[in-house]
């Protein structure tokens, strides 16, 4: 599994310093411009997997630039442009501190915390006599405060976000209208591929003239949650689990093999025949939220096609 992206350490003409997030490593480049590089790091309750897996950057890039393009009639964002797969180009803003997310459907941690007994997820009721994957009378937004790298996010309620001035209530407003008219067209975006959209999350800035934008991934396997639609309810009837397009799968094969990123758990051996199943099951996801034909990048040496990517269009900006 060499050909895997999972660290970069570039010097772009202009850069100013670099922050790695869990998934992707964003360089600050002068003139308020940022260059995000999607690795191939896997991430999952909240713990990076020691091995990359193939394309998985591509993909999520791909489609996380593909979905900004298809929403920037109602929000409005920080891409630029997208110079190699790997990359996004945009411009520089100051990310609120919070992660918002929204769920249609009791899925998820949302389920896990309804198990055990509680009906109310940050802040917000959750009603009586729901079974896990059933649909909410209406979408709940449940934020989360973001976590460095390594760490956990924590649930957090719109009252305590307020409270501890996290953001400004007038921000706020903003950040839950574009929340949901994001997971309104997101939801029929999915809808035409034949899947419901059944929870995901979004993060926004602001640009340094002040403007509220959508940045970071949007609408991917690792942001988002997704069932098939053909059958749904035929299987919610029957009590049986849902046909997901998520990363959940990894979640569960965790699960299974002992580990939920709890203190004292082993991290179970991914190997290179699991990792290959997983690279499948991504494109796969892929292809289904896309609708489109997933075509392979060049890999043979990611490091030096995403440099001179950048660089040629760094020339020519």
Same mark, same amino acid.
């Given at each position: 599994?060499?050909? %895997?992206? =999972?660290? =970069? ?7 100013? $310093? ?8 964003? @360089? ?14 896997? $991430? ?20 996380? =630039? ?7 009639? #109602? ?26 997310? #929204?769920?249609?459907?009791? $899925? ?87 899947? #419901?959209?059944?929870? %995901?999350? @979004? ?24 069932? @098939? ?25 965790? #699960? ?14 991914? =190997? ?9 099951? @991504? ?16 890999? $043979? ?17």
């Amino acid at each position: 599994m060499s050909h %895997t992206i =999972t660290d =970069t350490n570039f010097n772009f003409p202009g850069q100013k $310093s670099v922050y790695k997030g869990k998934v992707r490593e964003v @360089y600050s480049l002068e003139n308020n411009v940022l260059a995000m590089i999607a690795t191939d790091r896997l $991430s999952a309750f909240d713990v990076v997997m020691p091995k990359g897996i193939p394309y998985k950057g591509q993909i999520l890039n791909q489609i996380a =630039t593909k979905m900004m393009d298809d929403t920037k009639d #109602i929000v409005p964002n920080w891409l630029m442009a997208t110079p190699d797969p790997n990359v996004a180009v945009g411009h520089a803003c100051n990310p609120f501190k919070v992660e918002m997310v #929204i769920r249609g459907y009791m $899925s998820g941690h949302a389920a896990r915390e309804y198990k055990a007994g509680r009906r109310l997820l940050c802040g917000v009721p959750m009603p009586e006599g729901m079974k896990e994957n059933d649909k909410f009378p209406e979408p709940i937004i449940t934020p989360a405060t973001k976590a460095e790298m390594g760490d956990h996010d924590e649930d957090i309620s719109r009252e305590d976000i307020l409270k501890r001035g996290i953001v400004s209530e007038a921000d706020y407003v903003v950040l839950e209208k574009y929340t949901r008219a994001l997971f309104a067209r997101g939801s029929e975006i999915a809808a035409s591929r034949g899947l #419901i959209l059944v929870d %995901t999350k @979004y993060e926004f800035g602001k640009t340094m003239d002040g403007k509220i934008v959508l940045i970071d991934e949007i609408h991917t396997p690792d942001s988002s949650r997704y069932f @098939y639609a053909d059958g749904y309810q035929e299987r919610q009837d029957r009590g049986e689990a849902q046909k997901q397009l998520s990363k959940e799968f990894v979640r569960q094969w965790l #699960i299974s093999n002992g580990f939920q990123g709890l203190e004292g758990q082993t991290l179970p051996e991914m =190997t290179d025949e699991y990792i290959e199943t997983v690279s499948d099951r @991504y494109i796969e996801l892929y292809e289904n939220i896309t609708g489109e034909t997933f075509i392979k990048a060049d890999i $043979s040496n990611i490091q030096e096609r995403i440099e001179q990517n950048v660089l040629d269009y760094l020339k020519k900006d």
